[in-house]
Every structure is written in structure tokens, then in C-alpha cells.
């Protein structure tokens, strides 16, 4: 049996109905889609690690990392190096381990967190930051062995699981569009249509959506990764062709270099353990949110792209849930040591699996690709953000199929259900739509003289989500602060 062969055997190609092209292509589909975190990851914790606004930040910004001066620059380099190595060990827990095509990453969202609500807003030091969602990861090690964290997933009502799809579905195209400048601000009404005639990127993004659409349509294999590459290519040909002024359609700083030394982040994460003794509490209320809402985006992302593959059983279960679990509990343990926030499933995994993604070879794929990324972050970062966002636009449309699983007629299933997907998007989070159908469903249930339905365990969750928001509001507002 040649190593082709024993591969196969191991990611269990023919019992999935799958082979190495379809993985290989799911792969890079899904690195293409989620790549712009390589960018973007960095642009939002570097702030953090100055302890300063963006808005205060230019190139000339310096800081002090271990002794040593550093430029906001090679502060983003750094920070780009260990999101590609913090997304590589954990993609290969996936790989390996749970056998599942889903790629992982620092979380989009969680690193908005991290840096503006605990670094800037609490005042908590980034090292101490780090040092909370190392601690998180243990905790999901751990609760992962064990099981509780499969426990509590499944404890999900059944009509929140099959809307979580379509829930995901909705809020990655309304991102999609944003990011495209389709979807743009409007004061009126909060949202409007975008003007092509006036924003070049809204017309390359259009064009390209169109593109990437056609071929879809016509069943073209490979057509999101065509799409992406095939509007970035445009994009420069036009830029260099001097039609446009440059970083129009194109990022602004073009092919840059990569610091790979970031040893002064994990001293930095030394220092932060060293920390906790002098902030006990303000620690504890920071594990206790990083680990609340991380949670519950992995659970929902799982859940929701398991739907689009068919992984999920009759009760809307992943089996054996806590093997995907555990990669994101890795990873995020080791990107806290080298210097980044929480690693978590990333709802782009779902743009791979509708190009055919069904084993952990198409998570190997994704990790291959962000090895090479390491080498090549400067051509990574010269793909302009809306040519990635095409993939999340036509994967949201394809996960709205979930709606048809839910029985409208129920009311039980047509509020929660309702509200979960809702409620996703127009809080731009997974958690909150979770949140909105696991606290109504034992509501309306026991509205409906259906009591016994509900669980003790979903009334506990629900009380759980109550407490978590008591908090989170009282924090906000300025009534707890630090």
C-alpha cells in the first residue's frame, strides 16, 4: 500500500465519498476565504499591544517589548507570524485528531474583545490579557476530556441547532456584502445599498460576486477559490496598468517583509502570569467572558457548517463533538503563549466544505497552506479583503437551505428557531443568536403548557445566559469597573 493510499485510509476518503483533488480544493478554499485574518488579526491586537487607540497609531509608533524598541510595524509582523502558527497547531489537532474539514484561527470578534473592551476600555495589561485566555484554553482542555463541553452543546434545543445554519448563514453574507461595500452605513436606516458608480471596490466586488456566482451556478469545481484569485488578479492589472490610483482596489501597503521573531510576546505572556496575584478578581471576570463567548462561537460554528456537510445526526448532534472541541482548546492555549487571542473554528470552514470538504485531509490542506503563508505573507496580504469576502457571500446564500429544517408551524420551533437566526446577524454574533434561542425555547414551552419538554439542564442554560448578560450590561455601563 503506497503513502497515497494509507492517506486515503486514514482521513477515510471512501466513507466519505471523497478524494484528494475534492480535499485539495476544499482546503484552499477555505484558506483563501479565512487568509485575510493573517492581515487583519494583527491590525486589531497591535493597539493592544501599545495600549493605545488606533486612531493614535502611524508607522512612526513605537513601544518597548522585552527590553528591545519596536516600530508598529514589526509589532503587525510579529503578531502576523504567531496567527499563522497559532492557527497551524490547531489545524492540526483538527486534522489529526478530530478528522474534520474545519479551519481554526484567532477569532474575529474575540480579538476585537481582547484589545478594545479588555486592554483599552478595563485597563487591563495586555500581558495579563494573554495570561486569561491561556487560562481559558486550559479550561476547555479540560472540560473537553471530560465532556462537559459535549454535554452542554447538546443540551441545545432541537429547533436552535437546525437554525444555527441558517442563522451563520444570514450573518455571513450580511458581513460579506459590507466588507464588498454593497451593504454600506446609512443613518435613516442603518444600512443601504452601496453605490457602484461611486466606489471602485463596490464595482470590482459586484463584478467579481457576479463572476463567482456564474460559475457556481454552472457546478464549476473550484469556483469560489476562481473567484477570489480571479478579482485579485484583476484588482492589480488594472492598478498597474495605472487606470486607478494605487490601494484603491488594492492594499495600501502592497508587498511588505515579515518579522518572525516574536519571543518579545511570549515574555510578554510570562510577565502576565506573573500578574494574577496582583489581580485576582479583574482576572477572573475576564476568563470567566473570553470563556463564555468563545464557547458558544465555537459551539455555533460547529454546529452550523456540520449542518452543510451532513455530519449532524437525527437530534441535530455532531458526533463526537469534543474531538473538533478540543483543536480550538489547543490552539488557543498555545496562541495565548506566543502571543494572540482566543483560536476558534472559523465560519469560513463552511466555504471548503460546500466545494466537497468532508475529512481532516482538507484541514491538513489549510494548515499546509498557512505553513507556506509564512514564507509568502507578503503576497497573501497583497489579495485585497472584499476578493476574500466573495466566498462568504455565496456560502451565506447556500446556508440558508437550513431554514427548511425548521417547523414553521410549532411555535416552540418558529420563535427560537426565529430568533436564533436573526438575532446572529444583526448583533454580528453567533453567541447572542444562540443566547436568543436557548433563553425563549423553555419560555414559549412552558407557555405552550409543555413543560416537560424542557429539560433541566436548558432552564439551567438559560439561567446561565441571563447572568452572563446581567454582567456583561453591568460592565458596559460602568457599574462594575476595575
Not at 499591544?49 to 509608533?61: K, M, R, T, Y
Not at 466537497?356 to 490542506?365: D, H, K, N
Not at 444562540?434 to 433541566?456: F, H, N, Q, T, W
Request: some cysteine.
Amino acid at each position: 500500500m503506497g503513502a497515497a493510499d494509507t492517506l486515503a485510509d486514514f482521513f477515510e476518503f471512501d466513507e466519505h465519498g471523497t478524494n484528494f483533488r475534492t480535499e485539495a480544493i476544499a482546503g484552499v478554499t477555505t484558506f483563501l476565504a479565512m487568509a485575510y485574518i493573517i492581515v487583519v488579526n494583527p491590525e486589531i491586537l497591535a493597539p493592544a499591544i501599545f495600549e493605545q487607540p488606533p486612531g493614535e497609531l502611524s508607522a512612526d509608533s513605537t513601544t518597548t517589548l522585552g527590553g528591545e524598541t519596536f516600530t508598529l510595524v514589526e509589532v503587525q509582523q510579529m503578531l502576523a507570524v504567531v496567527t499563522i502558527l497559532a492557527s497551524i497547531v490547531a489545524i492540526v489537532v483538527m486534522a489529526f485528531y478530530a478528522k474534520r474539514p474545519f479551519g481554526l484561527a484567532p477569532g474575529m470578534g474575540l480579538n476585537a474583545f481582547f484589545t478594545f473592551t479588555v486592554v483599552l476600555i478595563l485597563g487591563v495589561p495586555w500581558q495579563l490579557a494573554l495570561a486569561a485566555v491561556f487560562v481559558e484554553g486550559l479550561l476547555f482542555i479540560a472540560l473537553t476530556v471530560v465532556g462537559a463541553r459535549k454535554y452542554i452543546i447538546e443540551l441545545f434545543p432541537e429547533p436552535v441547532k437546525f437554525a444555527v445554519g441558517a442563522g451563520i448563514g444570514v450573518f455571513l453574507l450580511f458581513l460579506g456584502l459590507q466588507e464588498m461595500q454593497l451593504v454600506v452605513a446609512y443613518d435613516a436606516t442603518l444600512v443601504t445599498l452601496g453605490n457602484v458608480l461611486e466606489s471602485p471596490v463596490a464595482a470590482f466586488s459586484l463584478a467579481g460576486l457576479v463572476f463567482t456566482l456564474l460559475l457556481y451556478a454552472r457546478g464549476v469545481r473550484g469556483s469560489i477559490v476562481i473567484g477570489i484569485l480571479g478579482t485579485a488578479i484583476a484588482a492589480w492589472t488594472v492598478t498597474l496598468a495605472g487606470l486607478v490610483e494605487p490601494g484603491t482596489i488594492t492594499p495600501e501597503q502592497g508587498m511588505g517583509g515579515a518579522q518572525y521573531d516574536f519571543t518579545p510576546l511570549f515574555w510578554g505572556f510570562v510577565d502576565g502570569l506573573g500578574m494574577i496575584a496582583e489581580e485576582p478578581l479583574v482576572f477572573a471576570l475576564v476568563v470567566f467572558t473570553f470563556f463564555f463567548v468563545d464557547f458558544f462561537d465555537t459551539a455555533g460554528t460547529l454546529i452550523g457548517v456540520s449542518q452543510i456537510a451532513g455530519f449532524l445526526d437525527e437530534s441535530g448532534d455532531l458526533p463526537e463533538v469534543e474531538k473538533p472541541l478540543m483543536a480550538d482548546a489547543v490552539g488557543t492555549t498555545f496562541g495565548a503563549m506566543i502571543g494572540t487571542s482566543t483560536v476558534t473554528t472559523f465560519i469560513e470552514s463552511s466555504t471548503g466544505v460546500e466545494e466537497g470538504g468532508r475529512t481532516g485531509f482538507t484541514a491538513l490542506v489549510v494548515g499546509l497552506c498557512f505553513l507556506v503563508a509564512l514564507a509568502f505573507v507578503p503576497i497573501i496580504t497583497a489579495i485585497p479583503a472584499y476578493a476574500s469576502y466573495l466566498a462568504l457571500v455565496v456560502v451565506g446564500i447556500i446556508m440558508l437551505q437550513g431554514v427548511a429544517d425548521i417547523d414553521w408551524q410549532d411555535p416552540a420551533w418558529a420563535i427560537a428557531g426565529g430568533l436564533t437566526i436573526t438575532v446572529m446577524p444583526l448583533t454580528a454574533s453567533i453567541a447572542n443568536g444562540l443566547a436568543a434561542g436557548i433563553m425563549s425555547y423553555p419560555l414559549v414551552k412552558a407557555a405552550m403548557g409543555e413543560r416537560r419538554d424542557v429539560s433541566l439542564g436548558q432552564w439551567t442554560l438559560a439561567v446561565v445566559f441571563l447572568l452572563y448578560f446581567v454582567v456583561y450590561f453591568a460592565v458596559e455601563a460602568g457599574e462594575i469597573a476595575f
